[in-house]
Structure formats: structure tokens, C-alpha cells
């Protein structure tokens, strides 16, 4: 028996399929599977690559399969294909192949961008039902083709459809009438025109399946859409070190495929460049795309031999208007939301569709709202086409007037938040006032970007802009670069003319904010009386809020928490005198709500809080809306569990749907202190993984963060000092350690309680915990985790 047979024999059981069962998904006959089974046959290699496919063979198996039915052939592993030659559209042929033969739809558009391997898909495809004999395959290629009015006399020519005096499309329902045939044809998007007499095709014919590649979908009735994208990872890769004649695929290779979007075509380009540099080399160089994806081999067709090749060959098909979008979106970076582009452009839907469908624009998702991004390749060829300095003008004044004007944006628009203070930095420094300054330092807290926002301010503000310096050492601040910040001050300080008293009155009162931060409280009051009387001599109420909301910063920290709450009300009237904007005040709400749970006023704390909640959402600070809600969870744990849990899953939402991967993970793990109280209390297990992680994260920033993790610890050890009482001594010990302003009324009374409860018995392990360093408390934490 021949080692074909052998493994037919063998595949075929471990499929669980019958002799008659194979033959019929194979489209042989029973007698020929028998006697090739029998090794009485020597198969044909069409035959073995459809039985391979019925039997869903992949890898190992199904190179040793297709090898043992070439005589004279040893199977040996290759790289993992889906079939021969084909790599990495083994899902997508099984897909095709089941479509087509159960006749489950019978207009099938395969469609993607240039360069998806649309043409290869459908020629295996095509090759592999060649090889039945229940059917009839016909290919038509209409690359050349631009008439629509030719179309209808191709497609009956290439079914075989005789000379006569019948329009096309009553020949080929004469001729073929209910024939089983498959018709393939190739590059449809330029004539999308004649989509509906191609359609009409399957329903003169029963025995018709028609398969096209388009660009683009055909948008009729009964279309199937089979949307091909990139290569899975590993299958681009396979094909990258295929075509590069590599050995096997390392870190290199893999970016390189990630950097072209796992493109086939972009992919056997960038595999060409193997002969003259490393892959290591070549993915450093790939910034620039359109420069190295170029070079294919000759014998392909132009748009096949370059990636921008392929690209305007695709602009080619769409109209002026349409191109001349394309150009404008080479202007955004990262994309664009639906509303700011009808913003600048009136309606701009109509082109949108156009490049949509045919796949030089993807639509993704931006929250509620719709997004327009460009593939990385394609948007390097618009920003090229894009040659109009007032476009850009206009794109970059759009971004900053409408932060300005109280905006709210993502962290998808950073990019083209950041191309507009570069712009106006080069062309209009005057746009990059103390509004503009403001307006920016909102979006780059409210996203977590804080390290890019206060490295971009105080590089546009190095040329002598001080709103720019102020509010990147705001922002520096807050991520806990205090030197940065107090260098930032001083610097706009220094710069500042006598009579600009807002630069002044913003400069003392970060230097005030820097000196809380350190625990100098003397120094902080001492910057912000200069502070105010800046702020008096501004005449603007919006900064004499400020500087009351920092003077109550100062007043909590020397433990006066009723005067701090007094200064804060009168922010709030101050702020609200100047019209300010929901994020200020929902701020200063907010921090209200704080103050009244440290004051153990739980009813005006929840009270804030939903105050605070709405104002804070819709100015964009997604994570100080989650503070507010934990506040409020952690103020009604005790005596409504329900709402304190509903307010918790509230926050979880919140703190999800916030990016902070630049700098904000010290506000984040502030919240998560807080919130790993509410869910002990409320018996989850996760409490203590929750606080292990925001323990470690705080303990490396300032002050004011041992602070909150020493509240978090005296209120952790209350919930637990009857049921864990030596837990509870070690964390009461080590958060008094930590503790360094005077004690709030709320956390007084947690810690009172939970000495009441231990006693004197376990005053020992109060004093251990009080031994505890920073190391040790962490590791005590993780050890909590583990145990839980």
C-alpha cells in the first residue's frame, strides 16, 4: 500500500467520515476514492489538495498529505500554510469553498484593501473546484477592463456562451440553464456600475454561483461579503521569512509585519529588502513606508509592484471629490471624529462612503461617536498629497478653539491635539494664551496623559510663553515630578511682565500646591497669600476660585478641615460667578465630597458627589467622575450596602473607560485605595489584591499619598478587627506610621473603633506594624492577596 493511501485511510477515520461521505465533500466519484484508498490510483494533485481540505487537514499533516501524493516524494514539515502556496487564508478558503459548494449564497463579493491578497484567495479557490467533476469553474480577469458596456458580452464569453443575437445575460441563462458552474471573476471595483446585471446572473441561472473580488462591496441584493483584512501574526510572519528565505521568524520579523498591518502584499515587498539589509535593519527604516515597500517583481502587474502603486491605482477609482477628502484627512493624525470633520468640511458623508467602501478609510469606533482613520501607509500617502499649508492652518485652529471654547475630546485626538501646538507654536504663538493653556491642561488631565502634556507645554512654552510653563508644571505635579514642576513656575515667574498678575497668581499657587505636596505647609501658606492678593489684582474671579480651592488644600493638611471646607464653598461661588466650565466646578465639587467624608458628614458627601458626578462626565475627567463615585460608596457602605455597592460598580465602569498610561496612575490607585475598602466591607475577596497593587503604586509618589494610604489601612483594619484581629493591629500599626497630618474625624472614628475592639491584647502587633518599612508593608500586602 503506498504511504498515500495510508494516510488517506488514516485522516478519513479520524474524521469520521465514510468512504461515500469523503468522496461527496471531495467531488470525486465513490469508485475513485476506493481505489485510491486501495492504492490502486495515483491521485491527481488537484484531487489530493481537495480531499486535504475536506478533511480540514492543516500544518504537518497537510504538507506530509500533498507530498506523499507526488511520486517519488518524502513528506517533510514546511512553514504552516493553508494550502499549497497559499499562507496564512486557510479559514477564509474553507469559508469560500463551503459557500460556494452547499450553494449557501451565490453572489459572494471578496473584498479588501489593495494588497489583501483578494486575486490569490480567489484563484486557489478557482484551482481547487477545478479539479471536481460535479461542476464547471470559469475565470474572468477584468484588470484591463474600464468599459462598463463590455462587461455582459465578457462574463457570456468566458462561461463559453455561443455567438448570438441575445442580449448577454438571456445567452448565458440559455446556455447554462440549471449547469452546476462557478464563476470567478477578478478586479470588479472599477466597474461597479454593472453590479446589477451581475447580479441578475445567479437568479436567471439555479446552477450559478458567481465569486468576485472588488475593492470594494457591489451593494446589491443577496451579496455575501467575505471582507478580508491582515494575516493572523504567525501567518505573516511565515509568510515574511517564506519569501525572505529566513530560517524561522524572531522580533524583527514580527514588527515589520505589524508596522505594514500584516498585509500580504505590503509583507512579499518589505521580504525583498532581506537581500540587502537585516530585518532588524529594515524595521527601523519602516517609518516611512512608501520609500521601502516597493520593487515587486517584474512579472506582476504595476499596481502589484508597489504599495503606493496600489494605493492610487485604488484613487483612481473614486471621484474628484472623494480624492480630494482623501487629501484632506492627510491632515489628522490618528483620525477623526464624524462631527469635527463635518465641522470643517459642511457634509462630507457622500466621499466618506465612497473611501470607506472601497477601503482607504475605516470607520472605528470613538465612544458614541463615529472615527475615520486611515491605514498607517495610506495616511502617509494623503499627508504627501496633502499640499496646503491652510489646511493644515484650519485643521490645527479647529482642535484649539474648540478646547477653548470647552470641548471635550479623547485620548484618540492627542496626536492631532498635539500637531496643533506645534502648529501654533511655529505660525501663531499668540493662540497659546492663558485660555488655550487651560483649555489643554483639561484634556491631558482628563485623558492621563500627563507626562506628554507637561513635556509638549513646556516645550511650546520654552520660547517665552508662561501659560504654557504654568500649566506643565501643573501637570508635572500631579504626576509627582515636583522639581519639574517648581522649575516650570519659576522659569514663568522669571518671564512674566509686572502687570500680568494671572501668570503671577497661577505661578505662586503651584509653588504654594508643590510646597503641600512636600509637607511644608508653612512655605505653601506663605506662596499662596501672594497668591491671592495676584488674584485680587486680576479682578478675575475664575482665579480667585483657584486660589481659594488651593488655600483649602493647605487648611486640610494642618489638619483644618472646617476651614478648609469653608474656602471651598467660597471657590465655588467665585467659580460659578465667572461662568466656569463643568470640569471646574465638578472639581471643586468633588473635593467638597472629600472633605465632608473626612469630616464624617456622609450626607453632604454623597451629596457632592452626585453633584460633582454629571459636572465631571461631561467635562471629560472620566477618573475624577470614578473618585466621586467611590466617595460616595465608601461614605454609604455602612448604612446602605446596596447603594454603596451600585455607586462601586459605577466607579469600576468609570476607572475602565479611562486611559492612564502616561503618568495619572497615582490619582487611579488613590481611587483604588478607596475602593478596596468598599468592597472588603461588602465581602469581596478582591479587596486585598485591589489595595496590594494601589499600596505599591502610592508608597513611590509624595506625601499626600502615604496619607491616603494610611486612611486606607485604618479602614481596612476596622471592617477586619473582629474577625482578624492580628491583620487588623498590623495595619492599624503600619498606617500610623505612615500617617503624617493631623487625623480626620472619619478616620478617627474608624480607628477608635477598631482599637476598641482589639484592646490592649494586641497592642504588640500595633507596635510590629508600626516597624513595618515600605518594602515590608508591600510584601505584608501581597501576602493578604495570596491569602485571599
Request: proline share 4%.
Amino acid at each position: 500500500m503506498s504511504a498515500f493511501a495510508e494516510l488517506l485511510r488514516r485522516h478519513r477515520a479520524a474524521a469520521g467520515l465514510s468512504q461515500v461521505e469523503l468522496a461527496r465533500l471531495s467531488g470525486i466519484s465513490d469508485r475513485a476514492l476506493r481505489d485510491l484508498e486501495q492504492g490502486r490510483r495515483v491521485p491527481r494533485a488537484q484531487s489530493a489538495r481537495l480531499m486535504a481540505t475536506a478533511l480540514k487537514l492543516t500544518g504537518d499533516d497537510l504538507s506530509a498529505f500533498l507530498a506523499s501524493a507526488r511520486p517519488s516524494a518524502t513528506p517533510a514539515p514546511s512553514a504552516p500554510v493553508s494550502t499549497d502556496g497559499l499562507v496564512g487564508r486557510g479559514d477564509e478558503l474553507r469559508s469560500l469553498l463551503d459557500l460556494v459548494l452547499q450553494a449557501r449564497h451565490r453572489l459572494i463579493s471578496i473584498t479588501g484593501p489593495a494588497g489583501a491578497g483578494k486575486s490569490r484567495l480567489a484563484a486557489e479557490l478557482a484551482a481547487l473546484l477545478g479539479g471536481r467533476t460535479d461542476l464547471m469553474v470559469s475565470t474572468l480577469d477584468l484588470s484591463a477592463v474600464g468599459d462598463v458596456a463590455l462587461v455582459g458580452d465578457l462574463v457570456a464569453d468566458a462561461l463559453g456562451c455561443g455567438p448570438s443575437r441575445l442580449a448577454p445575460l438571456d445567452r448565458v441563462a440559455a446556455h447554462l440553464r440549471d449547469r452546476r458552474v462557478v464563476l470567478v471573476v477578478d478586479r470588479f471595483e472599477q466597474l461597479v456600475e454593472a453590479a446589477a446585471d451581475l447580479a441578475a446572473l445567479p437568479r436567471r441561472c439555479p446552477g450559478l454561483t458567481v465569486v468576485v473580488t472588488s475593492q470594494r462591496p457591489l451593494r446589491v441584493r443577496d451579496e455575501h461579503v467575505l471582507a478580508l483584512s491582515g494575516l493572523p501574526r504567525d501567518a505573516a510572519a511565515a509568510l515574511f521569512v517564506r519569501r525572505a528565505g529566513l530560517e524561522h521568524a524572531d522580533d524583527a520579523v514580527h514588527a515589520i509585519c505589524q508596522k505594514v498591518e500584516h498585509l500580504p502584499l505590503a509583507i512579499e515587498l518589505a521580504a525583498g529588502w532581506v537581500r540587502l539589509m537585516s530585518p532588524a535593519d529594515l524595521a527601523t527604516r519602516l517609518t516611512h513606508r512608501l520609500r521601502y515597500l516597493t520593487d515587486g517583481p517584474r512579472d506582476l502587474p504595476a499596481r502589484h509592484r508597489s504599495l503606493r502603486a496600489a494605493i492610487e491605482a485604488t484613487l483612481d477609482l473614486v471621484t474628484a471629490e472623494a480624492r480630494t477628502t482623501f487629501r484632506f484627512l492627510g491632515g489628522f493624525h490618528g483620525g477623526v471624529r464624524l462631527d469635527d470633520l463635518e465641522t470643517l468640511l459642511g457634509q462630507p458623508l457622500p466621499e466618506l462612503t465612497e473611501l470607506v467602501d472601497i477601503n482607504l478609510v475605516r470607520l472605528v469606533p470613538d465612544g458614541g461617536t463615529s472615527r475615520y482613520t486611515l491605514p498607517d501607509t495610506v495616511a502617509e500617502l494623503a499627508a504627501e498629497q496633502l499640499d496646503s499649508p491652510a489646511a493644515r492652518a484650519m485643521i490645527a485652529a479647529h482642535y484649539l478653539d474648540r478646547l477653548r471654547a470647552g470641548a471635550t475630546f479623547g485620548a484618540l485626538d492627542a496626536a492631532n491635539i498635539r500637531a496643533a501646538v506645534r502648529w501654533a507654536v511655529a505660525e501663531e504663538p499668540a493662540r497659546l494664551d492663558a485660555d488655550a493653556a487651560m483649555a489643554l491642561t483639561r484634556f491631558y488631565e482628563a485623558t492621563g496623559r500627563l507626562g506628554e502634556g507637561a513635556e509638549l507645554l513646556n516645550q511650546a512654552g520654552t520660547g517665552g510663553i508662561p501659560p504654557l510653563l504654568i500649566r506643565s508644571g501643573q501637570l508635572a505635579a500631579l504626576r509627582g515630578d515636583l522639581d519639574a514642576a517648581s522649575e516650570s513656575a519659576e522659569r514663568a515667574l522669571a518671564v512674566a511682565a509686572d502687570d500680568d498678575h494671572g501668570t503671577q497668581t497661577a505661578g505662586l499657587s503651584l509653588l504654594g500646591m508643590i510646597a503641600v505636596e512636600r509637607g511644608n505647609p508653612g512655605a505653601a501658606m506663605a506662596h499662596l497669600r501672594k497668591a491671592l492678593a495676584a488674584a485680587r489684582l486680576s479682578g478675575d474671579d475664575a482665579t480667585l476660585g483657584r486660589v481659594l480651592n488651593n488655600f483649602s488644600s493647605v487648611s486640610s493638611e494642618i489638619g483644618r478641615p472646617q476651614d478648609a471646607f469653608r474656602q471651598l464653598e467660597s471657590a465655588l461661588a467665585a467659580k460659578r460667578r465667572a461662568g466656569a466650565g463643568p470640569f471646574e466646578l465638578g472639581r471643586t465639587l468633588f473635593n467638597l465630597a472629600f472633605l465632608a467624608l473626612d469630616l464624617d458628614d456622609t450626607t453632604a458627601a454623597v451629596d457632592h458627589a452626585a453633584q460633582a458626578l454629571p459636572l465631571l462626565t461631561e467635562g471629560g475627567h472620566t477618573l475624577l467622575a470614578a473618585f466621586a463615585e467611590v466617595t460616595a460608596a465608601l461614605a454609604l457602605v455602612e448604612q446602605d450596602p446596596a447603594a454603596a455597592s451600585a455607586h462601586l460598580r459605577n466607579a469600576d465602569r468609570l476607572v475602565a473607560d479611562t486611559v492612564v498610561d502616561n503618568g495619572n496612575d497615582r490619582v487611579e490607585a488613590t481611587v483604588h485605595l478607596r475602593a478596596s475598602v468598599v468592597r472588603h466591607a461588602l465581602g469581596d475577596g478582591a479587596a486585598w489584591r485591589e489595595l496590594a497593587d494601589a499600596v505599591r503604586i502610592s508608597l513611590g509618589h509624595t506625601t499626600r499619598d502615604r496619607d491616603s494610604v494610611s486612611e486606607a489601612l485604618t479602614l481596612h483594619a476596622r471592617h477586619l478587627c473582629a474577625r482578624g484581629p492580628l491583620t487588623a493591629a498590623v495595619l492599624l500599626g503600619a498606617a500610623d506610621r505612615l500617617r503624617r497630618k493631623k487625623i480626620t474625624p472619619f478616620v478617627a472614628a474608624a480607628r477608635e473603633h477598631a482599637l476598641g475592639v482589639l484592646g490592649v491584647r494586641w497592642a504588640e502587633q500595633v507596635s510590629a506594624g508600626r516597624d513595618l518599612d515600605d518594602g515590608e508593608l508591600i510584601a505584608f500586602a501581597d501576602e493578604l492577596a495570596a491569602r485571599s
